[in-house]
């Protein structure tokens, strides 16, 4: 694959989810309401685990990362594409779009090896729940934690390292409301077939292995759960069942737009809308409405601060 020195395109075109003014204004209002209801329900989640002494095991304390890395995450694109509604042209500038592509490989990344971690906390929990306490203590959470984001970052940077130096010289319109990858390299001025195959190993099949094998791990442990002692059986399940939805929903999409070649769909943006904004704000959500721990926290905290009449 030949490599240029410089890119002569100096920013990108953003064509958006739709051109229809009309159709523009529906999705602002559909997508802002969204945010402004989902986002700071995350928040609180963190707060109310933070605050809460009795939410202290390390499930908890994952929980909180994740909904920390999915707050982050929805941060990258949404913004941008809500402002964008209201612009006549879409722009966005190369080291804009640099950045939103290190960002949301950044974040996904670590999100993914932040829900192995997880899982991993799950089957200790479940298989040797004597050695729990001191296999998964505070310090190995947090190590776990940092090192999710230090992969998630190799990840992203790989990612960065081989698109730069691509030179962008010919078209520069890209059919999405943000830059990523799959679209960019075919906008390059050189053959890209071999940074392809590369890029559908490293963020494609990456991503389906890792989907298979928690998949795979989740169900080992119901299974376990199922034919245990009933000590905290239904519990257990519960939490596994839950598990499952989350990787799911985040491991879908990521699959549809990485585990393919980099083609137009008609589905595309649709799928991209739920993996950059609607998803990972529901993870944390969806967590909790099937935790009775949580949403008693949350019902102590906000009757602490809630004003006196």
């Known amino acids: 694959m030949q490599q240029g020195n410089h890119s002569m395109v100096k920013g990108f075109v953003l064509l958006g989810l739709s051109q229809a003014r009309g159709v523009q204004l529906l999705l602002f209002v559909l997508f ?28 908890y304390f994952f929980l909180a990362n994740l909904a920390f890395l999915d707050i982050c995450y929805c941060s990258v694109t949404p913004p941008k594409m809500l402002a964008d509604f209201f612009s006549r042209r879409k722009t966005i500038s190369y080291k804009g779009c640099m950045a939103q592509l290190f960002f949301l490989h950044l974040l996904g990344g670590s999100e993914v090896f932040l829900l192995i971690g997880m899982a991993i906390d799950r089957y200790v929990a479940i298989c040797h729940p004597l050695h729990y306490s001191i296999v998964v203590s505070r310090p190995v959470c947090s190590a776990m934690v940092v090192g999710s984001w230090c992969l998630g970052f190799v990840h992203s940077i790989i990612q960065v390292i081989l698109i730069v130096p691509l030179p962008f010289c010919g078209p520069n319109k890209l059919d999405n409301f943000f830059c990523d990858i799959t ?18 190993v490293n963020s494609g099949i990456s991503t389906l292995i890792g989907f298979i094998l928690l998949i795979i791990s989740y169900g080992i442990l119901l299974v376990k759960v199922r034919t245990g002692s009933s000590q905290g059986k239904n519990k257990a399940a519960s939490t596994c069942i839950t598990h499952m939805i989350i990787v799911v929903i985040m491991f879908c999409p990521a699959i549809y737009i990485y585990c393919r070649p980099f083609l137009e769909f008609p589905f595309d943006k649709v799928v991209a809308i739920f993996h950059t904004m609607v998803f990972p704000l529901m993870n944390p959500m969806i967590y909790t409405l099937r935790n009775k721990e949580i949403k008693q926290a949350m019902r102590r905290l906000l009757s602490k601060h809630r004003p006196l009449a």
């Open 32 to 59: 802002l309401i969204f945010y402004s209801l989902v986002l700071p329900g995350n928040v609180l989640i963190i707060l109310t685990i933070r605050s809460d002494p009795r939410l202290g095991s390390p499930m």
């Open 183 to 200: 679209q960019l390299v075919k906008l390059a001025c050189v053959d890209t077939y071999a940074l392809e195959l590369f890029m559908f």
